[in-house]
Protein backbone atom coordinates (compact mmCIF):
# COMPACT_ATOMS: atom_id res chain seq x y z
CA UNK A 1 0.00 0.00 0.00
CA UNK A 2 1.08 3.37 -0.75
CA UNK A 3 0.08 7.20 -1.32
CA UNK A 4 -2.35 7.55 -3.83
CA UNK A 5 -4.04 4.37 -3.03
CA UNK A 6 -6.74 5.81 -0.57
CA UNK A 7 -9.14 8.20 -2.87
CA UNK A 8 -8.49 10.62 0.40
CA UNK A 9 -4.62 10.30 0.37
CA UNK A 10 -3.96 13.71 -1.68
CA UNK A 11 -6.66 15.51 0.17
CA UNK A 12 -5.50 14.42 3.72
CA UNK A 13 -2.09 15.32 2.25
CA UNK A 14 -2.45 18.66 1.29
CA UNK A 15 -3.84 19.41 4.16
CA UNK A 16 -1.34 18.59 6.50
CA UNK A 17 1.11 20.25 4.05
CA UNK A 18 -1.03 23.08 4.56
CA UNK A 19 -0.50 23.34 8.29
CA UNK A 20 2.46 22.71 8.92
CA UNK A 21 3.02 25.77 6.56
CA UNK A 22 0.69 27.92 8.88
CA UNK A 23 2.94 26.33 11.44
CA UNK A 24 5.90 27.65 9.86
CA UNK A 25 4.26 31.23 9.54
CA UNK A 26 3.51 31.05 12.94
CA UNK A 27 6.94 30.99 13.79
CA UNK A 28 7.83 33.35 12.37
CA UNK A 29 5.53 35.62 14.38
CA UNK A 30 8.29 34.89 17.58
CA UNK A 31 10.15 38.01 16.06
CA UNK A 32 7.64 40.44 15.84
CA UNK A 33 7.43 44.11 17.27
CA UNK A 34 5.48 42.66 20.53
CA UNK A 35 8.24 40.36 21.16
CA UNK A 36 10.94 41.44 23.11
CA UNK A 37 14.28 41.04 21.18
CA UNK A 38 16.11 39.64 23.99
CA UNK A 39 17.32 35.36 24.44
CA UNK A 40 15.25 34.44 27.04
CA UNK A 41 11.82 36.10 25.39
CA UNK A 42 12.92 34.86 22.26
CA UNK A 43 12.66 30.96 23.69
CA UNK A 44 9.75 31.91 25.83
CA UNK A 45 7.93 32.95 22.30
CA UNK A 46 8.88 29.54 21.10
CA UNK A 47 7.81 27.80 24.32
CA UNK A 48 4.56 29.47 24.02
CA UNK A 49 3.40 28.44 20.52
CA UNK A 50 5.17 24.86 21.13
CA UNK A 51 2.40 25.01 24.58
CA UNK A 52 -0.21 25.56 21.82
CA UNK A 53 0.56 23.46 19.42
CA UNK A 54 0.40 20.68 22.30
CA UNK A 55 -3.38 21.26 22.62
CA UNK A 56 -4.28 22.54 19.12
CA UNK A 57 -5.39 18.76 18.11
CA UNK A 58 -7.31 18.02 21.58
CA UNK A 59 -9.68 21.29 20.93
CA UNK A 60 -9.87 20.76 16.72
CA UNK A 61 -10.59 17.12 17.11
CA UNK A 62 -10.46 15.09 19.98
CA UNK A 63 -12.81 16.86 22.50
CA UNK A 64 -14.93 19.09 19.14
CA UNK A 65 -17.36 16.37 18.72
CA UNK A 66 -19.97 18.49 20.76
CA UNK A 67 -22.64 14.81 20.84
CA UNK A 68 -19.84 13.24 23.13
CA UNK A 69 -18.49 15.77 25.39
CA UNK A 70 -15.28 16.29 26.81
CA UNK A 71 -13.88 18.75 29.76
CA UNK A 72 -10.42 19.94 28.24
CA UNK A 73 -7.79 21.66 30.72
CA UNK A 74 -6.94 24.87 28.51
CA UNK A 75 -4.34 26.49 30.64
CA UNK A 76 -1.88 24.45 33.20
CA UNK A 77 1.90 24.74 34.44
CA UNK A 78 2.46 23.05 30.32
CA UNK A 79 -0.06 25.38 29.01
CA UNK A 80 -0.28 29.32 28.77
CA UNK A 81 -2.78 31.49 26.88
CA UNK A 82 -5.24 34.16 26.77
CA UNK A 83 -4.07 36.20 29.94
CA UNK A 84 -4.38 32.80 32.03
CA UNK A 85 -4.45 34.04 35.90
CA UNK A 86 -1.89 31.50 37.49
CA UNK A 87 -4.57 31.09 40.15
CA UNK A 88 -7.38 29.66 38.02
CA UNK A 89 -7.70 26.45 36.71
CA UNK A 90 -9.51 26.83 33.33
CA UNK A 91 -11.68 23.89 31.77
CA UNK A 92 -13.92 23.87 28.69
CA UNK A 93 -16.03 22.19 27.23
CA UNK A 94 -17.46 22.13 23.51
CA UNK A 95 -20.95 21.76 23.64
CA UNK A 96 -24.34 22.30 20.95
CA UNK A 97 -27.62 23.82 21.81
CA UNK A 98 -29.89 20.67 20.68
CA UNK A 99 -28.47 18.68 23.89
CA UNK A 100 -28.69 18.01 27.15
CA UNK A 101 -25.31 17.53 29.27
CA UNK A 102 -25.23 16.70 32.97
CA UNK A 103 -22.33 17.49 34.91
CA UNK A 104 -21.54 15.18 38.07
CA UNK A 105 -18.50 15.15 40.54
CA UNK A 106 -17.32 17.14 43.81
CA UNK A 107 -17.32 20.98 44.33
CA UNK A 108 -14.23 21.23 45.64
CA UNK A 109 -13.30 24.36 47.93
CA UNK A 110 -12.28 26.76 45.72
CA UNK A 111 -13.17 30.64 46.81
CA UNK A 112 -14.65 30.91 42.96
CA UNK A 113 -15.72 28.78 40.87
CA UNK A 114 -17.97 29.24 38.15
CA UNK A 115 -19.88 27.76 35.05
CA UNK A 116 -20.55 29.64 31.65
CA UNK A 117 -22.42 28.96 28.66
CA UNK A 118 -20.82 30.33 25.54
CA UNK A 119 -22.82 31.18 22.70
CA UNK A 120 -22.61 32.68 19.48
CA UNK A 121 -18.84 33.87 17.70
CA UNK A 122 -19.47 36.95 15.85
CA UNK A 123 -16.79 38.18 12.97
CA UNK A 124 -16.35 41.51 15.07
CA UNK A 125 -15.83 41.80 18.62
CA UNK A 126 -19.20 42.52 20.10
CA UNK A 127 -18.12 44.93 22.55
CA UNK A 128 -15.32 47.45 21.00
CA UNK A 129 -17.41 47.52 17.57
CA UNK A 130 -16.97 46.60 13.88
CA UNK A 131 -13.55 47.89 13.82
CA UNK A 132 -12.09 45.30 15.62
CA UNK A 133 -11.84 41.65 14.36
CA UNK A 134 -12.84 39.24 17.39
CA UNK A 135 -10.44 37.24 19.00
CA UNK A 136 -9.19 33.84 17.38
CA UNK A 137 -10.82 30.58 18.59
CA UNK A 138 -11.97 29.00 20.58
CA UNK A 139 -11.86 33.01 22.55
CA UNK A 140 -14.69 35.46 21.30
CA UNK A 141 -18.04 33.64 21.73
CA UNK A 142 -20.82 35.68 23.86
CA UNK A 143 -22.01 34.30 27.14
CA UNK A 144 -25.27 33.60 27.52
CA UNK A 145 -25.40 31.90 31.17
CA UNK A 146 -23.62 31.20 34.02
CA UNK A 147 -23.55 29.97 37.99
CA UNK A 148 -21.07 30.42 40.25
CA UNK A 149 -20.16 28.51 43.21
CA UNK A 150 -22.38 30.29 45.96
CA UNK A 151 -25.21 29.71 43.60
CA UNK A 152 -24.71 25.97 42.92
CA UNK A 153 -26.03 23.56 45.19
CA UNK A 154 -24.37 20.67 46.79
CA UNK A 155 -24.64 17.46 48.99
CA UNK A 156 -23.04 17.80 52.43
CA UNK A 157 -20.06 16.19 50.90
CA UNK A 158 -19.82 18.42 48.34
CA UNK A 159 -20.93 16.26 45.12
CA UNK A 160 -23.44 17.88 42.75
CA UNK A 161 -25.03 17.59 39.72
CA UNK A 162 -25.43 20.38 37.31
CA UNK A 163 -27.45 20.11 33.83
CA UNK A 164 -27.02 22.11 30.75
CA UNK A 165 -29.46 22.53 27.97
CA UNK A 166 -33.06 20.84 27.64
CA UNK A 167 -35.98 21.40 29.96
CA UNK A 168 -35.32 23.35 33.25
CA UNK A 169 -33.88 20.83 35.98
CA UNK A 170 -33.98 22.37 39.46
CA UNK A 171 -31.51 25.33 40.80
CA UNK A 172 -28.79 23.29 39.22
CA UNK A 173 -29.64 23.93 35.33
CA UNK A 174 -28.16 26.37 32.88
CA UNK A 175 -30.28 26.77 29.71
CA UNK A 176 -28.66 26.58 26.04
CA UNK A 177 -30.03 28.63 23.16
CA UNK A 178 -29.33 27.43 19.32
CA UNK A 179 -26.11 29.45 19.41
CA UNK A 180 -24.94 27.83 22.36
CA UNK A 181 -21.12 26.19 21.38
CA UNK A 182 -19.32 25.99 24.39
CA UNK A 183 -18.80 25.24 28.47
CA UNK A 184 -16.15 27.36 29.91
CA UNK A 185 -15.47 26.34 34.03
CA UNK A 186 -13.01 28.48 35.78
CA UNK A 187 -12.33 28.34 39.52
CA UNK A 188 -10.03 30.44 41.16
CA UNK A 189 -7.57 29.38 44.46
CA UNK A 190 -7.18 31.71 47.28
CA UNK A 191 -5.10 29.65 49.56
CA UNK A 192 -2.91 26.71 49.05
CA UNK A 193 -4.90 24.74 50.97
CA UNK A 194 -8.30 24.75 49.07
CA UNK A 195 -8.66 21.56 46.80
CA UNK A 196 -10.12 21.88 42.85
CA UNK A 197 -13.06 20.82 41.84
CA UNK A 198 -13.26 17.27 40.24
CA UNK A 199 -16.06 16.91 37.88
CA UNK A 200 -17.38 15.35 34.15
CA UNK A 201 -19.47 15.68 31.23
CA UNK A 202 -22.09 13.46 29.59
CA UNK A 203 -24.75 14.15 27.22
CA UNK A 204 -27.50 12.18 28.91
CA UNK A 205 -28.97 10.35 25.97
CA UNK A 206 -25.69 8.82 24.86
CA UNK A 207 -26.11 5.46 24.41
CA UNK A 208 -23.35 4.40 21.05
CA UNK A 209 -19.62 5.10 20.59
CA UNK A 210 -18.40 8.15 19.28
CA UNK A 211 -17.82 8.00 15.41
CA UNK A 212 -14.33 6.94 14.22
CA UNK A 213 -12.94 10.53 12.67
CA UNK A 214 -13.27 10.50 9.35
CA UNK A 215 -10.62 12.07 6.51
CA UNK A 216 -13.05 15.02 6.22
CA UNK A 217 -12.90 15.81 10.06
CA UNK A 218 -9.01 15.20 10.33
CA UNK A 219 -8.84 18.11 7.33
CA UNK A 220 -11.59 20.29 9.26
CA UNK A 221 -9.12 20.02 12.42
CA UNK A 222 -6.15 20.66 10.73
CA UNK A 223 -7.60 23.78 9.44
CA UNK A 224 -8.87 24.91 12.83
CA UNK A 225 -5.64 24.26 14.27
CA UNK A 226 -3.77 26.12 11.90
CA UNK A 227 -6.24 28.93 12.77
CA UNK A 228 -5.83 28.72 16.29
CA UNK A 229 -2.57 28.78 16.44
CA UNK A 230 -1.72 31.64 13.74
CA UNK A 231 -4.58 33.54 16.38
CA UNK A 232 -2.58 32.47 19.24
CA UNK A 233 0.82 34.11 17.66
CA UNK A 234 -0.84 37.00 16.28
CA UNK A 235 -3.58 38.22 18.42
CA UNK A 236 -1.58 38.37 21.81
CA UNK A 237 -0.67 41.02 22.78
CA UNK A 238 -1.31 43.35 19.77
CA UNK A 239 -5.17 42.92 20.19
CA UNK A 240 -5.29 43.85 23.15
CA UNK A 241 -2.97 46.54 23.46
CA UNK A 242 -5.00 47.97 20.47
CA UNK A 243 -7.94 47.91 22.68
CA UNK A 244 -6.37 48.67 25.42
CA UNK A 245 -4.97 52.12 23.91
CA UNK A 246 -8.61 53.27 22.55
CA UNK A 247 -9.41 53.48 26.86
CA UNK A 248 -6.13 55.48 27.95
CA UNK A 249 -3.88 52.38 28.67
CA UNK A 250 -0.84 54.59 30.67
CA UNK A 251 2.33 53.96 30.06
CA UNK A 252 4.69 51.13 31.30
CA UNK A 253 4.64 51.15 34.87
CA UNK A 254 1.41 52.79 35.89
CA UNK A 255 -1.21 51.03 37.12
CA UNK A 256 -4.98 51.96 34.75
CA UNK A 257 -7.07 51.41 37.40
CA UNK A 258 -10.39 52.76 36.77
CA UNK A 259 -9.94 54.70 33.94
CA UNK A 260 -9.76 51.27 32.43
CA UNK A 261 -12.44 49.25 34.29
CA UNK A 262 -15.42 50.26 32.54
CA UNK A 263 -14.74 48.06 29.56
CA UNK A 264 -13.45 45.43 31.69
CA UNK A 265 -17.31 45.75 33.54
CA UNK A 266 -18.57 45.48 30.18
CA UNK A 267 -17.12 42.44 29.32
CA UNK A 268 -17.06 40.51 32.33
CA UNK A 269 -20.38 40.71 34.00
CA UNK A 270 -20.82 36.95 33.47
CA UNK A 271 -17.56 35.95 34.38
CA UNK A 272 -17.89 37.06 37.95
CA UNK A 273 -14.43 39.43 37.89
CA UNK A 274 -12.87 42.71 36.54
CA UNK A 275 -9.66 42.75 34.87
CA UNK A 276 -6.99 45.46 34.46
CA UNK A 277 -3.53 45.09 33.32
CA UNK A 278 0.14 47.00 33.71
CA UNK A 279 2.73 46.84 30.73
CA UNK A 280 6.07 46.92 32.59
CA UNK A 281 9.36 47.40 31.60
CA UNK A 282 12.45 47.16 34.26
CA UNK A 283 16.24 47.40 33.87
CA UNK A 284 18.48 44.84 35.46
CA UNK A 285 19.28 46.69 38.54
CA UNK A 286 15.63 48.64 39.29
CA UNK A 287 12.51 47.17 40.81
CA UNK A 288 8.49 48.30 40.74
CA UNK A 289 6.94 48.69 44.17
CA UNK A 290 2.94 48.26 43.35
CA UNK A 291 0.58 48.99 45.99
CA UNK A 292 -3.00 49.55 47.37
CA UNK A 293 -5.06 49.17 50.15
CA UNK A 294 -6.50 45.62 51.53
CA UNK A 295 -10.10 46.39 51.29
CA UNK A 296 -10.96 43.00 51.85
CA UNK A 297 -11.71 42.06 48.40
CA UNK A 298 -10.17 38.69 46.64
CA UNK A 299 -7.94 40.38 44.28
CA UNK A 300 -5.47 38.26 42.19
CA UNK A 301 -2.17 39.30 40.76
CA UNK A 302 -0.42 37.26 37.81
CA UNK A 303 2.76 38.70 35.81
CA UNK A 304 3.07 37.65 32.16
CA UNK A 305 5.48 37.09 29.11
CA UNK A 306 5.19 39.49 26.03
CA UNK A 307 2.60 36.96 24.95
CA UNK A 308 -0.14 37.63 27.78
CA UNK A 309 1.53 33.89 29.06
CA UNK A 310 1.24 33.36 32.68
CA UNK A 311 5.25 32.70 34.14
CA UNK A 312 6.20 30.08 35.44
CA UNK A 313 3.93 29.61 38.67
CA UNK A 314 4.33 26.19 39.65
CA UNK A 315 8.26 27.19 40.64
CA UNK A 316 8.56 30.80 41.22
CA UNK A 317 6.52 33.56 43.12
CA UNK A 318 4.87 34.90 39.90
CA UNK A 319 1.10 35.32 41.72
CA UNK A 320 -0.52 36.42 44.57
CA UNK A 321 -3.68 36.44 46.50
CA UNK A 322 -4.65 37.75 49.99
CA UNK A 323 -4.05 35.20 51.52
CA UNK A 324 -0.71 34.20 50.51
CA UNK A 325 0.14 37.89 51.07
CA UNK A 326 1.71 40.44 53.69
CA UNK A 327 -0.37 43.59 54.54
CA UNK A 328 1.68 46.36 56.42
CA UNK A 329 0.26 47.71 59.39
CA UNK A 330 -0.86 51.02 57.24
CA UNK A 331 -3.76 48.61 56.07
CA UNK A 332 -1.65 48.60 52.75
CA UNK A 333 -0.44 45.49 50.35
CA UNK A 334 3.06 45.87 49.17
CA UNK A 335 4.73 44.42 46.28
CA UNK A 336 7.51 44.41 44.95
CA UNK A 337 8.37 43.79 41.23
CA UNK A 338 11.96 42.56 40.89
CA UNK A 339 14.75 40.48 38.89
CA UNK A 340 16.39 39.02 41.88
CA UNK A 341 14.81 37.68 45.34
CA UNK A 342 14.60 41.80 47.39
CA UNK A 343 14.19 39.34 50.68
CA UNK A 344 10.53 40.50 50.99
CA UNK A 345 7.72 38.68 51.71
CA UNK A 346 5.64 39.86 49.02
CA UNK A 347 8.06 39.09 45.75
CA UNK A 348 6.46 39.18 42.39
CA UNK A 349 9.30 37.44 39.90
CA UNK A 350 10.22 38.28 36.86
CA UNK A 351 11.94 35.61 35.43
CA UNK A 352 14.83 38.01 34.59
CA UNK A 353 12.56 39.29 31.41
CA UNK A 354 13.35 42.73 30.80
CA UNK A 355 9.45 43.96 30.06
CA UNK A 356 6.34 41.76 30.68
CA UNK A 357 1.90 42.35 31.80
CA UNK A 358 0.84 42.48 35.26
CA UNK A 359 -3.00 41.80 35.49
CA UNK A 360 -5.07 42.39 38.73
CA UNK A 361 -8.20 40.43 39.07
CA UNK A 362 -10.98 41.27 41.49
CA UNK A 363 -13.24 39.01 42.01
CA UNK A 364 -17.14 38.99 42.42
CA UNK A 365 -16.86 43.05 43.02
CA UNK A 366 -17.41 45.73 40.53
CA UNK A 367 -15.03 47.83 42.73
CA UNK A 368 -10.83 48.17 41.86
CA UNK A 369 -8.70 49.30 44.64
CA UNK A 370 -6.63 52.33 44.09
CA UNK A 371 -3.39 51.02 43.18
CA UNK A 372 0.05 53.24 42.85
CA UNK A 373 3.32 52.68 41.32
CA UNK A 374 6.97 53.55 42.23
CA UNK A 375 10.03 52.26 40.48
CA UNK A 376 13.28 52.36 41.90
CA UNK A 377 17.28 51.99 42.20
CA UNK A 378 17.13 47.92 43.55
CA UNK A 379 19.70 48.86 45.86
CA UNK A 380 16.87 51.36 47.83
CA UNK A 381 14.32 49.33 48.07
CA UNK A 382 14.97 48.95 52.00
CA UNK A 383 15.40 52.65 52.37
CA UNK A 384 11.92 53.12 50.76
CA UNK A 385 9.71 50.30 52.20
CA UNK A 386 8.49 50.58 55.46
CA UNK A 387 10.06 49.53 58.42
CA UNK A 388 7.68 46.90 59.10
CA UNK A 389 7.36 45.25 55.85
CA UNK A 390 7.99 41.48 56.15
CA UNK A 391 11.45 39.87 55.39
CA UNK A 392 11.87 36.54 54.57
CA UNK A 393 15.13 34.49 54.84
CA UNK A 394 16.49 32.39 52.01
CA UNK A 395 15.22 28.68 54.26
CA UNK A 396 11.66 30.73 54.44
CA UNK A 397 11.65 31.74 50.55
CA UNK A 398 12.40 27.96 49.91
CA UNK A 399 9.74 26.73 51.86
CA UNK A 400 7.18 29.26 50.04
CA UNK A 401 7.85 28.18 46.90
CA UNK A 402 7.84 24.19 48.07
CA UNK A 403 4.11 25.08 49.70
CA UNK A 404 3.39 26.11 45.68
CA UNK A 405 4.93 23.29 44.12
CA UNK A 406 2.87 21.13 46.57
CA UNK A 407 -0.20 22.76 46.23
CA UNK A 408 -0.26 23.46 42.36
CA UNK A 409 0.55 19.81 41.57
CA UNK A 410 -2.35 19.16 43.88
CA UNK A 411 -4.85 21.12 41.79
CA UNK A 412 -3.58 19.73 38.80
CA UNK A 413 -3.34 16.49 39.98
CA UNK A 414 0.52 16.16 38.42
Not at 60 to 85: Q, S, V, W
Not at 143 to 148: F, G, V, Y
Request: hydrophobic share 35%.
Amino acid sequence: MAFGDCADDETLRAAWHEFCDRLKAAGDLAFKDTSPANALQRADAFRYLTQNLGQAYDLALETKNTRYPMIHPFCGPARKLGGDNADFVYLQAWIDGASTYRITGDRGTARFINFTVQGARPDKDVYYGADHPNLHEPFGDTPEANITGDELVTERDGSFELYIGGSRRGPNWLPTTADSRKLFMRQGFDSWAERSAQFGIERIDMDDPRPVPTPHDLVASMRWAGDFLTGAMTDWPDRELQIGSLYGEPEPNVFPGARFAGTAEQRDARRGRLIVTMPWRLPPDEALIFEFPDGGEFWMLTNMGAFWNSMDYLYRPVSYTPSRSAVNADGRVRMVLAHDDPGVHNWIDTQRFSEGYLTMRVIGSRELPEVSTRVVRSAELDAVLPADTRRVTPDERAAHLHERFDAIRRRYRI
